[in-house]
Structure formats: C-alpha cells, structure tokens
C-alpha cells in the first residue's frame, strides 16, 4: 500500500522559514523522482521544485528560486522542502509528489499559512 504522508504546515510570519518532510512508502522511494507543489483554492496545483532520484539535479519554480531548496534522504524514505523568505503568496496547500516507474503518487497535502 502507498502511503506519501506530509507535515510541517503551519502558520508563519512573513520573512519566516518552515521546513516540510514527507515520508514515502509502498514504492521504491530510491528511484523515484520526488517533488513538491502547491495549489490555491480555485487555482491549479503548480510544480515548486522537484529532485531526481540521487539527489544530483534540482528544479525550481522560478518564484521560489533562492529562497525555497529541496533535499532527499534516501535512507529515510523522506523529501524535505526547506522554505525561507516566506511571502504571504505562498500561503498555499503543499504536495508531496513521488513518480516512479511511469506512476504517480501523491499525498494529502499540508497547509502553509503566511500571515502577520
């Protein structure tokens, strides 16, 4: 059974940092390539970054380049996203995203309020 489970949302003051983990289960997590995203209400969701299977190559949504880095322990079946800077227009439903093996899987969603 897949399970792709998220946490760390919360609320947050502008200009502050949160840090996202999520944990994968039920694929082979080493292979697979992982990634993050995020949807507003009434919006579509939209990629924010995404990390290969090894870890070597990064990509960024270019609204949260230099300020948002994705990272992977394979050891621990887990994806972090590590978010600094934070603006209230990243107040958005987070995603963890794992694809292996041409299938996609994702998780619940943890909410990231920006707010003062």
């Known amino acids: 059974q897949v399970q792709v489970v998220e946490s760390g949302g919360g609320l947050v003051q502008p200009g502050g940092s949160l840090r996202l983990s999520c944990v994968a289960s039920g694929f082979v997590f080493r292979l697979a390539t992982m990634g993050w995203y995020r949807q507003a209400p009434g919006k579509q969701r939209e990629l924010v970054a995404t990390?290969?299977?090894?870890?070597?190559?990064?990509n960024y949504a270019d609204s949260v380049k230099g300020r948002f880095t994705i990272s992977r322990d394979n050891t621990k079946n887990t994806v972090y996203l590590q978010m600094n800077s934070l603006k209230f227009e990243d107040s958005d439903v987070y995603y963890c995203?794992?694809?292996?093996?041409?299938?996609?899987?994702w998780g619940q969603g943890t909410q990231v309020t920006v707010s003062s």
């Open positions: 995203y794992g694809r292996q093996n041409n299938r996609d899987y």
């Open positions: 990390i290969t299977s090894g870890g070597a190559n990064t």
